[in-house]
């Protein structure tokens, strides 16, 4: 099995910053996309960035110059920088990857549990 634990979530003034990591572990041959979406109440869940296994990256247009994908495939660990928060960013967010666990196998996608992000004064 393959398992996505997040960290880094929490409660933030706008303006303030935090940065989120997503670490995939159990049986895993090697990683395509990563990425983190977003959920906030009432709204469906939205890509907010993703980032290739080669390191080319999008974003939504909404955080674009705010936050920051990026990731070590050494640890199998995406992270997002967040910067200049704003209420609303307020969302679940949750981890994505795209992971083939063998030679011989397809890939498929997981999700990790989610980590609330809050933006408020």
């Known amino acids: 099995q393959v398992q996505l634990e997040e960290s880094g979530g929490g409660l933030v003034q706008p303006g303030g910053s935090l940065r989120l990591s997503c670490a995939a572990s159990?049986?895993?041959?090697?990683?395509?996309?990563m990425g983190w979406y977003r959920q906030a109440p009432g709204k469906q869940r939205e890509l907010v960035a993703a980032i290739s296994s080669g390191g080319s990256t999008n974003y939504i247009d909404s955080v674009k110059g705010r936050f920051t994908i990026s990731r070590d495939n050494a640890k199998n660990t995406v992270y997002l920088q967040m910067n200049s928060l704003k209420p609303e960013d307020t969302a679940v967010y949750y981890c994505n990857a795209d992971v083939r666990r063998t030679f011989f196998s397809t890939s498929h996608e997981y999700w990790g549990q989610g980590t609330q992000v809050t933006v408020s004064s």
């Open positions: 159990g049986s895993i041959f090697s990683i395509n996309a």
